[in-house]
């Protein structure tokens, strides 16, 4: 059970971030409106939200996820894949030592984003992207089986519309994933039961399993039926600003 998240609001420049989408630049008041619907439907799954400063400095820090990756048994601080993002470890690290006495780190010339980590209960899933490389992944790798996990790479490059491992990929508990199709074939699934994400609802696999209700992208219908139908219970979100920047609902949190 999830019992806290750490959440950062958009900065007044988050539409200078970086984006691979071609939706147009993203409202900013309409952004600070659905993070905080966001941060709402975390308190409604029971959780405390921890709210950090906004961070003019990087337009991106809004995505707190791809800073770290958090496991029950230890954390591992990342190394960002985009050189402007950097910086935006420092803080988080510093947020996380109040409840983590110790973290590890990924160190150059490993990059890894945390938006390309997967955990499917005590399996691990690591997307090798345009941010994430071969030489964080091992790190990370070998991190998590210090922890007595198990993982397996995905090479996500090339892969239209997606990037990273979880735009396409996430865990709904009892070895269930929500995959989008052109991932749906992949041996590393052998073991999961899949629910396909429908053809043109391909944003929808970011979706995030919080205790026991599912977040997801409103505008979706297709595959929160899916959901409902496999007993659910969802809270549909407003996220047409985070999307324009390739941001999805797992980004917009660290939750433990």
Known sequence: MFTKAI???????????????????PNYERARAQHEAYC???????????????????PDST??????????????LTQPGAPSRAGEVASIRDALSEFYPSMSAIERP???????????????????????NEAGGRQLAE?????????????????????????????????RLAVIDAMAG??????FDLVRVNVGE????????VNDRVLVASGYPGFETKLRELGC???????????????????????F
Request: hydrophobic fraction near 40%.
């Open 110 to 132: 490993g990059t890894l984003d945390g938006g390309d980590i997967c955990a499917a209960g005590e399996h691990f899933f690591i997307g090798i992207s345009e941010r994430t």
């Open 40 to 58: 709402a439907a975390l308190e409604h799954c029971g959780l405390i939200v921890v709210g950090l400063e906004t961070d003019p400095a990087y």
């Open 7 to 25: 959440v950062r609001p958009p900065a007044p420049n988050f539409s200078k971030g970086l984006t691979t989408a071609d939706l147009g630049a």
């Open 202 to 209: 391909e944003y929808a696999a970011n979706c995030v399993l």
């Open 143 to 175: 991190m998590l089986a210090s922890f007595n996990y198990t993982s397996s790479f995905m090479d996500i490059r090339g892969i239209d519309g997606i990037l990273h491992l979880k735009s396409g990929l996430a865990y709904l508990g009892d070895r």
């Open 63 to 76: 995505f707190v996820e791809d800073t770290a990756v958090l496991t029950p048994r230890g954390v591992i």
């Open 233 to 255: 219970q969802t809270i549909a979100l407003d996220m047409t600003e985070f999307q324009k920047m390739d941001g999805g609902l797992s980004c917009l949190s660290l939750r």
């Open 186 to 191: 992949r041996k590393e699934f052998a073991d």
